[in-house]
């Protein structure tokens, strides 16, 4: 009989987290996350600049860990007896990357402003030029690319190189690097659930705070669920390769989604 749990169980313990922040964290914050949103969407010069800078460092530990968490992954695989790839839990990953990219270029862009690469505005904006929409764009594809390499390389069997290394106890094999990939894989899943808590809270609730209607809850619902098979499911898929067949580990994703969905429950 197979076992409630997986016995790699990195996934579901930031599943846990998730579902405490959406019940106590998120709630808390959820007005000063509104502000930066809304102070970014309304061209505020500081927002635009941290929040685009936030998702640079977010891309950042996204990659590094995706680099990192092949070794011990591939390691684990190869001594289980299902080593398959769900190719299909990553579908969802291009479109939250391209959307991730262009925050980065949007920070790049500000910068270049900042330092007089770029002319600005009378709002110190940088203004729209073809070169540099044209550079974004190449950056944001060559950034996506790059993902789908490293996800495409988690698939790969360890080489005969790199076995040798893991027999010799390399540190790509150890704790702290292991520690360290998921660390920046999680980093990129909880400000994505930022993004989506807000949606979701977005989509539960009517402007005026009276409650949904039954016909309006479903079509709700629907959307949300849509929202979190972008924003939390896809970054989620690396630890979904070794617990996706675990009974407890779809029960925790499960009390993750109704833990979002508290203003229409």
Same mark, same amino acid.
């Given at each position: 009989m197979?076992?409630f749990?997986?016995?790699?169980?990195q996934? +579901?313990?930031?599943?846990?987290? #998730?579902?405490?922040?959406?019940?106590?964290?998120?709630?808390?914050?959820?007005?000063?996350i509104d502000?930066? %949103?809304?102070? %970014?969407?309304?061209?505020?010069?500081?927002?635009?600049?941290?929040?685009?800078? $936030?998702m640079?460092?977010?891309?950042?530990?996204?990659?590094?860990?995706?680099?990192?968490?092949?070794?011990?992954?591939?390691?684990?695989?190869?001594?289980?007896?299902?080593?398959?790839?769900?190719v299909v839990?990553? #579908?969802?990953?291009?479109?939250?990357? #391209?959307?991730?990219?262009a925050?980065?270029?949007?920070?790049?862009?500000?910068?270049?402003?900042?330092?007089g690469i770029?002319d #600005?505005?009378?709002?110190?904006?940088?203004?729209?030029?073809?070169?540099?929409?044209?550079?974004?764009s190449?950056?944001?594809?060559?950034?996506?690319?790059?993902?789908?390499?490293?996800?495409?390389?988690?698939?790969?069997?360890?080489?005969p190189?790199?076995? +040798?290394?893991?027999?010799?106890?390399?540190?790509?094999f150890? %704790?702290?690097?292991?520690?360290?990939?998921?660390?920046?894989?999680?980093?990129?899943? +909880?400000?994505?659930? /930022?993004?989506?808590?807000? /949606?979701a809270?977005?989509l539960?609730?009517r402007?005026?705070g009276?409650p949904?209607?039954a016909?309006?809850?479903?079509?709700?619902?629907? %959307?949300?669920?849509?929202?979190?098979?972008?924003?939390?499911?896809?970054?989620r898929?690396v630890f979904?390769?070794?617990?996706?067949?675990?009974?407890?580990?779809?029960l925790?994703?499960?009390l993750?989604?109704?833990?979002?969905?508290?203003? $229409?429950?």
């Amino acid at each position: 009989m197979k076992p409630f749990l997986p016995p790699n169980r990195q996934g +579901i313990a930031l599943d846990l987290i #998730v579902v405490v922040c959406n019940l106590i964290l998120f709630p808390i914050v959820s007005d000063r996350i509104d502000a930066l %949103f809304g102070a %970014f969407f309304g061209n505020d010069a500081r927002a635009g600049q941290t929040l685009p800078l $936030l998702m640079i460092v977010v891309l950042g530990g996204r990659l590094v860990g995706l680099y990192l968490k092949r070794f011990p992954l591939q390691a684990r695989l190869s001594q289980s007896q299902d080593a398959s790839f769900p190719v299909v839990f990553f #579908v969802f990953s291009f479109p939250l990357i #391209v959307l991730t990219a262009a925050f980065v270029m949007i920070s790049l862009t500000q910068a270049a402003g900042s330092i007089g690469i770029v002319d #600005v505005g009378t709002d110190g904006s940088p203004r729209e030029s073809q070169s540099i929409q044209i550079i974004g764009s190449l950056a944001i594809l060559f950034l996506a690319v790059l993902e789908a390499y490293l996800i495409y390389r988690l698939s790969r069997p360890l080489t005969p190189d790199e076995r +040798i290394r893991q027999s010799k106890g390399h540190w790509q094999f150890r %704790f702290p690097a292991e520690f360290a990939a998921d660390f920046g894989l999680f980093v990129y899943m +909880i400000v994505w659930q /930022v993004f989506y808590y807000q /949606v979701a809270e977005l989509l539960t609730t009517r402007a005026d705070g009276a409650p949904l209607a039954a016909d309006m809850k479903v079509v709700s619902l629907f %959307f949300v669920a849509i929202c979190f098979l972008l924003f939390y499911l896809a970054p989620r898929a690396v630890f979904l390769i070794e617990d996706r067949k675990y009974a407890g580990t779809w029960l925790m994703i499960g009390l993750v989604f109704l833990s979002s969905l508290r203003n $229409l429950l």
